[in-house]
Every structure is written in C-alpha cells, then in structure tokens.
C-alpha cells in the first residue's frame, strides 16, 4: 500500500453541489464537513480523473502493458487479465487500487475560512463564498427560459489537498500513466460549461516526501 498527496489549485470559482437548497434564495449549495468548510468528495475527483485516463488509453501510442478493453465491450471481469483502466479505477466487479480521499482547503487557509465562519455565522449568505446567478436556455430556440433564473453557491478560487491510497504495486508504466493522466484534468465540480471549476496544472500529485 502506498500513499500519496494531491493538490487541486483552482483558478476560477468551483461548486460541488450538496443537493441541498434555501428555498427562494440559494438553490444549489456547495459541500461543507462537519465544521461548515467546504470540501471536494473523493469521488468527484476520481470520477474525472478516471474520464481522463480512459480517453488516453484510447487514443493508443501507450507502452503494450498499458491497455483498456475496446470500445462497446463489456468491463473486465477476469481478475488476471483485466486491463489497465479497470485495474486502477475499478468496475462493478472489483474494487480499485487506486483510493482518492476528499480534498479539503489547504492547511493555509483553513484558519482563514474559519474565521470568516465565526464572524458570520450566516447560513444563508455564507461569507467564505459567492453566489452565483445562471440560467436555463431552451434547447429548441437557444433563448433563455422565462422564470428560470437560479443562484448556486461556489467557493472563490483557491486551494485544496487530499491524500491518494495505492492499494497494491504498481510498475513504472502503471505510476507515469497515473500522474499523466491526473495532470489532464481540465476542471472539477458543476457549471464548467460557464467556465466555472477550471484547474492549474490539473490533479497534482506528491509522493510521501512532497516530490511531484
């Protein structure tokens, strides 16, 4: 097992969306821990990490142990000869080496959040974030819908960390891929069709030790 960092510096605003709401004035709200601060799932980061590593298996020219099932087949289920991207990511029928542990605000900026938390306690109008207005557009006409204006709510552009579990080895093609693949990742969260969620230098991943 093997344990690794990584770092998402956001370089615009991000939601994760709770599925939660205040009626008539938020409709959308971002993901908060137990202390109210913001955070990303872990799976929210693997699901578009994994969105990354499937197309670069795809597009070929990878060394020949590094291979992915074709196209319209079924997922692996042959424990031995399964490939590359259902090995590391998983399938219904086996779990994933690779385990992404949530991203929280990094350590610098925690005691900041927090005291903007203390000194409005607002659970509404959350101070630590913006409101951000959109609409819906009707498919048929390209126009905007009437009565569909909606606020979410998205944290300003900074960063978090989150630690990576290995449950297993992993070869040197196998490790370069993983951090070809993370580095990929364009954005994270809801609304990245509105530029919302972008990412610097995608998911950037340490080893123990702080070493890229």
């Not at 799932?41 to 994994?50: M, T």
């Not at 080895?169 to 370069?176: H, I, W």
Request: proline share 6%; charged share 25%.
């Amino acid at each position: 097992m093997t344990e690794w960092t990584y770092t998402l510096k956001f370089r615009s605003s991000v939601s994760i969306f709770s599925g939660l709401a205040v009626a008539g004035l938020v409709d959308r709200m971002v993901m908060r821990n137990h202390k109210g601060l913001p955070f990303i799932p872990g799976s929210s980061v693997k699901g578009r990490w994994r969105f990354f590593a499937e197309r670069l298996l795809q597009n070929g020219g990878l060394p020949d142990d590094l291979k992915i099932h074709k196209t319209g087949e079924p997922l692996c289920k042959n424990l031995k000869s399964r490939c590359t991207l259902c090995k590391l990511f998983g399938n219904p029928a086996f779990p994933s080496m690779l385990l992404v542990g949530k991203a929280e605000l990094d350590e610098t900026l925690k005691g900041h959040f927090e005291n903007l938390l203390k000194q409005n306690p607002n659970p509404v109008n959350h101070p630590d974030t913006e409101l951000r207005p959109g609409t819906a557009i009707s498919r048929i006409t390209g126009t905007t819908l009437k009565n569909h204006l909606f606020f979410n709510e998205a944290v300003p552009p900074v960063i978090f960390t989150g630690k990576l579990i290995i449950n297993g080895t992993l070869n040197d093609n196998e490790e370069k891929f993983l951090r070809a693949s993370a580095r990929l990742v364009d954005r994270i969260g809801g609304r990245k069709s509105v530029g919302m969620g972008g990412l610097d230098g995608g998911i950037r991943i340490a080893s123990k030790g702080g070493a890229e």
